[in-house]
């Protein structure tokens, strides 16, 4: 079983930053393909950004030119860089973890952008 925190959720103005990070338990965190999710109000649950074992990295059109997801294995953590940050962007951000059948998600951490 892994374990996965998210933090860095929180309130910020339009135009503004915010860094998530996922941590997950585990020894073989380097295996996994990795991805960022998020849950606007009312909304479905939608694919923000992935980064598989290998670093390749994919993004939403949406948040392209704005996001930056990274990895580092060594520390078992998982980051998204948010710039520019538009209303749009409010909503709960899910970390999530797969490898073959297994897939595993954190609890979810708020981001709110608002004046």
């Known amino acids: 079983q892994v374990q996965i925190v998210e933090s860095g959720g929180g309130l910020v103005q339009p135009g503004g930053s915010l860094r998530l990070s996922c941590t997950a338990s585990?020894?073989?965190?380097?295996?996994?393909?990795m991805a960022w999710y998020r849950q606007p109000p009312g909304k479905e649950r939608e694919l923000v950004a992935g980064?598989?074992?290998?670093?390749?990295?994919n993004y939403a059109d949406s948040v392209k030119g704005r996001f930056t997801i990274s990895r580092v294995d060594a520390k078992n953590t998982m980051y998204l860089q948010m710039n520019s940050l538009k209303p749009e962007d409010t909503a709960v951000y899910y970390c999530?973890?797969?490898?073959?059948?297994?897939?595993?998600w954190g609890q979810g951490t708020q981001v709110t952008v608002s004046s």
């Open positions: 585990g020894r073989i965190f380097s295996m996994y393909n």
């Open positions: 999530n973890a797969k490898l073959r059948e297994l897939e595993y």
């Open positions: 980064i598989n074992s290998l670093a390749r990295r």
